[in-house]
């Protein structure tokens, strides 16, 4: 699936996290390939409550998929890394992942670039067919309650 456009910009959105990370060692074509494979992951995680790809792109999802994309171009071009480098570009994944999952869960709200909330897809939520329904349970006093001797005969 080709993208029509992209969550973040590798030149400017990306290149803003990887300030050490030039041309010369990966361009922005090598760069976009990772935005694409970040953006995917967003939609892949967020497709059950929103309708996605965003045609507007709300500016967290923008946040999320530049720090996903400099863990990838991170991780590419890194091969091997001190501790404290590995753990700093574990921190840029960590940090998109939380901040993603923090929108499934709810915990975070997903705005558009003026300010209004994205509202999610209809298909979201739980669908009960139990409305106006009674319960069954809890209609005697459970000194009452009896062992069924023919359950197996009841479950056929």
């Not at 497709?47 to 999320?64: E, G, L, N, Q």
Request: glycine share 4%; proline share 3%; hydrophobic share 35%.
């Amino acid at each position: 699936m080709s993208r029509t456009y992209s969550y973040s910009n590798a030149d400017t959105d990306v290149r803003e996290i990887l300030t050490k990370v030039s041309d010369a060692i990966m361009d922005d074509t090598d760069v976009a390939y990772w935005v694409e494979q970040s953006d995917n992951y967003i939609d892949s995680k967020l497709a059950f409550k929103y309708d996605v790809p965003f045609t507007t792109t709300p500016p967290v999802i923008t946040i999320i998929s530049a720090h996903l994309t400099a863990y990838f171009v991170l991780r590419t071009i890194k091969l091997k890394s001190t501790e404290s480098e590995e753990k700093y570009v574990n921190q840029i994944k960590k940090f998109a992942t939380d901040l993603l999952n923090e929108i499934i869960t709810g915990k975070v709200v997903l705005i558009d670039s003026s300010g209004d909330k994205i509202g999610t897809n209809s298909s979201y939520g739980f669908n009960s067919s139990t409305l106006d329904y009674s319960p069954i349970f809890n209609l005697d006093d459970e000194i009452n309650w009896e062992v069924d001797p023919d359950r197996i005969g009841d479950l056929d």
